[in-house]
């Protein structure tokens, strides 16, 4: 979507499209759910997890940030991430709001 077009969309619709770009890649639903699985911060190396390369695993880590579905503290020479609770809630919701609009079924198709 070029950026002269987003315009004529609502904030909330530009907002949406967003979240679902970057969450579109398997690597970072495999981030996320890694993450997750883990029920604390992680600090460990996230290419033998994942068996991405680092620069790789590092732009994903990025995108992700972008967002702020996840947060990341440097400890030493190594980051530890997390969720961010509050806005993984907030995308969820978000998400929830979209999915459960009511689709009347038409007979034309």
């Not at 604390?40 to 994942?50: P, R």
Request: proline letters at 1%; aromatic letters at 8%; charged letters at 25%.
């Amino acid at each position: 979507m070029g950026l002269t077009k987003s315009e004529i969309f609502t904030e909330e619709q530009n907002k949406l499209a967003t979240l679902f770009k970057i969450l579109a890649h398997p690597a970072r639903i495999a981030i996320l759910q890694y993450i997750i699985g883990q029920r604390s911060c992680i600090c460990n190396d996230l290419v033998e997890e994942l068996g991405l390369a680092q620069a790789t695993i590092s732009q994903h880590l990025k995108e992700l940030k972008s967002i702020g579905i996840i947060q990341g503290t440097i400890e030493g020479k190594s980051v530890c991430y997390c969720i961010d609770e509050k806005v993984w809630k907030k995308i969820q919701s978000d998400f929830n709001i979209f999915f459960n609009q009511e689709v009347k079924v038409n007979k034309c198709c």
